[in-house]
């Protein structure tokens, strides 16, 4: 018999072993401590077993704790904005209808009245040195720290972190109007060093404040400095109110007595943030289920490495047990040793993981502020992570090896040959998962036709995502037997033969890998349609060379100068105010819902020629300018059902005397999240809205008669028109920049997607090569066997790449049409219904060569490798290998 | 006067030692062997346990470099061979019966038969049918081999090593699994086939039976070789 021993040391470790074993008493624990001592001897000669094990667990957990620090952290951001106080207000008294601020003395009725628990704010952009914007905030800072204290009692336990005290500002200084403002630590080292900071052409001091504060992007100041700064004197954006729920009624009913009527102001209860966090509820989703796919990746890498160890440690076992070691301690000496690899991957990947949250923060940070407006507060992270993370790996960990170890402990101790008998019932699971695959499938097709709402759509797409990879191990089954009849008999028909055998262990990696692909190429799809449609939709809506949005008092002597200026041959104005739109009761609309809309009007031209129509009632534009038609935004139609024809009614109307209207037709408004509606200029008049608008644009002759300006005039002229107006650069833009800007916005919202696909695909590649290379190394006994009857190593390197190759090619063949439909499912559903954008599906190419290319690199190195180190040791050791 | 009417032997050693290095302790296996195996000679290998035996046979395949001295394979240094001569003579001139049989698992009984001649693209011979038939194997052609018994697969293996005709068949222990009859059968036949193809057999054995069949014995003890003449 051959009695060589498998770990090297083994020998004398397990002698030392028996002979403590002797004085102990025989127990089942001490048996479990006995043979975990062997494994851990066993991992200190194989390090890298251990260490692929940790690797893949780490991975995983990295990226799942940073995505979900990141999340966690935006939601905490909406819910728990410290971003001044007025953003936890219970009630906002907001400017009336069709007007974009209230009048200070509102403000001041309150106070008179006792009404303390109240703050007066203004807010705006604001340009800066490089025609960047700020969001300004001015509260009054008196009441402000009234209000922090009383509050500060009340709401605890929203913050049982540190809650800095405002008393540590110097409000001396900020109180007498002198010209300081306040921000967050973090965002004045980036952009204040100095401490000075120039705000519309005036120089500001900069007070830094700790993070925590919850200022986020937000610069603070007091509210006179405030209105100075945002040309609002005497004037308010909104007053925040704090009330309890159960005294709102009241406090509506002492608004009345007080003579604030919605003349005045317009009463609106809060939510506390549940709006935003309803909003971005698809975009946290989308994060989540990328974590999760590179959660379950990462875990993949790991039970290649247990499996892999095992494996290693087949004759191992059986030794133990030979020598009289239960098996039921064996198990628990085995799961012993998986909880405490858990552990400590969990830990690495819990502590790199908030490092990737930190470096991904400020990419969502961007994301959720050009989408939704919500400002981020710095990180924060809490010990439950690790506890979650650690026993989700744990659960998902012993769910996948478990199969393993009971196979594993199961083993007849006389050196089976059930080897077959294993085959044949991976055989068996293979086509159940097929069938159950199918079943999935079919149960989505059902599906398809009902899924109009989001959460149907996304119950699709997950049924989807499971089924595609579950069909995997079959089709290469049966891709493999198809070669079969082709092959010459000898090597190609070895060849076919054993890469059958090879799908059992690599079925679980490729499937993963599957995902992965599928996955990433579906993104790439996404956001490239995106780009593209929104390229083309740019290239429509903007027609005129130049836009000007100046200060809402000088807009009418720009306009007339405009008009009377000999270079510009048209102008283009748009009107816009806030409003109320109310669908008509109806069976699926049991009581009124009120929605929030942007009202806009926009000249004759601008309209017919610029609005990007999805769809329209044939007597459009018979109609719209001389009966109350009105246009909707594709996300409000979505959002809402609306359809083409349906009566609908908008407050702003009422001067008309009949607030009715008719949806003549639908536009696309790709980017843009906000509700929007368009009415023409006739209407607009009747319904006696705000005559001056609130942005314009300009179109300019070029050199010769009926042409367009170039693009070097249009610099010029701009810089021209921007001194003679007295505009800043914030204030003017061209047609090129805005596109660009557009452009560039898109680009830095979908950052973090593309970077957690990339990241994605990374661990996936990981786990390809472990799972390569791994096997590889596991066969190196039936490869020396082929060797040791003439087959020439280079045409062994050559069988391994072509089995890998054909195992690797059948899986990218089949991420084509799984990326193509999840792509699908992500444009026509998701993205349709979460956002109301309908997009072109442009195909990929070039994301699904990239992802196949990883694929080949990756999996052609992890099959060299191993074949390399094994021609740098005698045949006979190769001969004596384990294997599967 | 035997070597006059032999004079080219099919594997030579010269001077060959090798030895391990467990940890800190080297052994000596073999200690300056010298060697050589004729045409149509059947040699049997014996010696106790641990005393080099599979050690030897490992050299001849070079499944193990020698850690001096030279081999000679069909009057070739094999000191300058590489990955292509070495495969070369496998595929064409060497037969191997291993101590565990070390079948190709993915392939059926007759394809592991086959596997040896479709390398060198030989077809299917009637010295196959007759091998096959000869170990019994004639019911378990299509079989897998994993799903067969011990002596089953050894039978296999010894159909798989002499179905190309080889020059030089290196057997380790080639009927340790086989009951008496069909190990005298197995015996038989590596006779027959030496007699009739010339080839040359070097088999390891402990039994004093399967030895009697060889015309010559060596016996390896203590990293020396003692030939016999039967
Ligand atoms: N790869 C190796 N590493 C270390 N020592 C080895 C190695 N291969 C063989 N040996 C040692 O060389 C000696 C000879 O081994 P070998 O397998 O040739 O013996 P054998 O004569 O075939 O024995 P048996 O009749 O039991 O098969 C033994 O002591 C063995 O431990
Ligand atoms: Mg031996």
Known sequence: ?884 | MADVAKPNPVAKLNQVSKGFRDGEQYHQVLQAVNLQIHRGETVALTGPSGSGKSTLLNLIAGFETPDSGEILLEQASTSTWQDKEWSRFRRDSLGVVFQQFNLLTPLNVKDNIAFSLSLTAQPWSPWCDYLVEKLGLLPLLHRPVEALSGGQQQRVAIARALAHKPTLLLADEPTGNLDDVSGKQVMALLCELARESQTSILMVTHSEECAAFMQKRWHLSQGAVAIYEQ
């Open chain 1, 1 to 884: 018999m051959n009695n060589k021993p498998l770990t090297k040391a083994t020998p004398t470790e397990l002698k030392q072993i028996e002979l403590k074993q002797t004085e102990l008493k025989q127990t089942w624990l001490r048996l479990t401590w006995l043979s975990l001592k062997v494994f851990i001897a066993h991992y200190r000669h194989a390090p890298i077993q251990a260490g692929a094990i940790l690797l893949g667990i780490a991975l995983a957990v990295t990226l799942l704790i940073g995505v979900k620090a990141t999340n966690d952290n935006a939601v905490r951001s909406y819910s728990d904005a410290t971003e001044l106080l007025s953003q936890r207000a219970d009630v906002l008294l907001t400017p009336p209808l069709a007007q974009n601020t209230l009048d200070e003395s509102v403000y001041f009725d309150l106070r008179r009245a006792g009404l303390s628990q109240s703050l007066a704010v203004v807010n705006g952009k604001i340009s800066g040195k490089n025609g960047q914007f700020w969001q300004l905030e001015g509260s009054d800072l008196i009441a402000a720290l009234t209000l922090q204290k009383s509050r500060s009692y009340a709401s605890t336990e929203t913050h049982s972190t540190t809650s800095p005290q405002m008393n540590d500002l110097p409000l001396a200084d900020l109180l007498n109007g002198a010209p300081t403002v306040i921000m967050s630590r973090s965002l004045a080292d980036k952009v204040a060093p100095e401490g000075k900071l120039v705000l519309e052409n005036s120089t500001l001091d900069v007070i830094a404040i700790d993070d925590n504060f919850g200022l986020g992007s937000a610069i603070l100041a007091d509210i006179s400095l405030a209105q100075q700064l945002l040309n609002m004197q005497g004037r308010l954006s909104y007053i925040a109110m704090f009330s309890e729920r159960e005294n709102l009624p009241q406090l509506k009913s002492q608004l009345d007595a007080l003579g604030i009527t919605p003349q005045k102001a317009s009463f609106s209860q809060q939510d506390q943030g549940q709006a935003l966090i309803a909003l971005t509820r698809s975009f946290h989703l989308n994060l989540n289920a990328m974590s999760m796919l590179a959660f379950v990746v990462g875990l993949f890498i790991a039970y290649n490495g247990v499996r892999y160890s095992l494996m290693k440690r087949q004759k191992l076992l059986v030794q133990l047990l030979q020598q009289g070691i239960e098996r039921r301690a064996l198990m628990t000496a085995l799961m012993f040793e998986l909880i405490l690899l858990v552990v400590i991957g969990s830990s690495l990947g819990f502590i790199s993981g908030l490092q990737l949250s930190h470096w991904l923060q400020p990419m969502v940070a961007m994301t959720l502020e050009q989408m939704y407006g919500a400002h981020l507060l710095p990180g924060i992270w809490q010990w439950t992570w690790l506890f979650e993370a650690i026993a989700l790996t744990l659960i998902a960990a012993l769910g996948a090896c478990l199969p393993l170890y009971l196979d594993l402990t199961r083993q007849a101790l006389a050196q089976g040959a059930n080897r077959y008998q294993q085959m044949q019932a991976h055989r068996k699971t293979h086509s159940i998962q097929f069938a159950l695959a199918c079943g999935l499938l079919t149960v989505a097709a059902l599906l398809f036709p009902f899924s109009q709402s989001y959460n149907i759509s996304l119950v699709l797409l997950g049924i989807v995502a499971i089924a595609i990879p579950l069909l995997l191990p079959q089709l290469l089954h049966w891709g493999v037997s198809a070669l079969m009849p082709l092959a010459r008999p000898g090597l190609w028909q070895y060849l076919l033969a054993e890469t059958r055998e090879l799908i059992a262990p690599l079925s679980l990696a490729m499937m993963a890998i599957l995902l992965a692909l599928s996955a990433n190429v579906s993104m790439n799809t996404l956001v490239g349609s995106f780009e593209q449609t929104l390229r083309t939709w740019l290239e429509t809506r903007l027609h005129a060379d130049l836009y000007i949005r100046p200060p809402s008092q000088r807009i009418d002597t720009i306009q007339t100068q405009l008009m009377h200026d000999p270079r510009v041959s048209g102008l283009y104005q748009q009107w816009q105010i806030e409003a109320q739109l109310s669908l008509p009761v109806s069976t699926d609309n049991p009581s009124e819902q009120t929605i929030p809309v942007s009202l806009l009007s926009r000249d004759e031209f601008s309209t017919r020629h610029t609005s990007a129509l999805k769809e329209s009632l044939p007597t459009l534009w018979q109609s719209y300018f001389n009966a109350p038609v009105i246009l909707v935004s594709e996300p409000l139609a979505i959002k809402y059902q609306l359809q083409l024809g349906d009566s609908v009614s908008l407050d702003a109307l009422k001067q008309t005397g009949n607030s009715q209207a008719i949806i003549g037709g639908i536009y696309y408004d790709h980017g843009n999240t906000r509700n929007e509606v368009i009415i023409s200029q006739p209407l607009w008049q009747k319904a006696q809205l705000p005559l001056l608008p609130v942005s314009l644009a300009a179109s300019f002759h070029g050199n010769e008669q009926g042409s367009r300006i170039s693009e070097a005039q249009l610099d010029q002229l701009q810089a021209q028109l921007a001194t003679e107006l007295g505009l800043s650069q914030a204030e003017i833009y061209s047609q090129t920049k805005i596109k660009t800007q557009a452009i560039a916005m898109f680009k830095r919202t979908f950052s973090i997607t593309l970077v957690l696909n990339s990241l994605t695909l990374i661990v996936a590649a990981i786990g390809l090569f472990s799972a390569c290379l791994m096997l590889t190394q596991a066969r190196q006994a039936p490869l020396a066997r082929l060797y040791s009857l003439g087959v020439s190593r280079n045409a062994l390197r050559a069988m391994v790449f072509m089995q890998m190759l054909i195992v690797v090619l059948i899986t990218c063949l089949l991420a084509m049409p799984t990326g193509a439909l999840l792509g699908y499912l992500l444009i026509n559903k998701i993205t349709l219904q979460a956002f109301g954008w309908t997009i072109k599906m442009i195909w990929d190419w070039q994301a699904y060569g990239k992802a196949i290319l990883i694929a080949l690199t990756t999996c052609t190195l992890a099959v060299l490798l191993p074949l390399y180190w094994q021609t740098r040791k005698p045949l006979v050791a190769s001969l004596q290998q384990e294997t599967l």
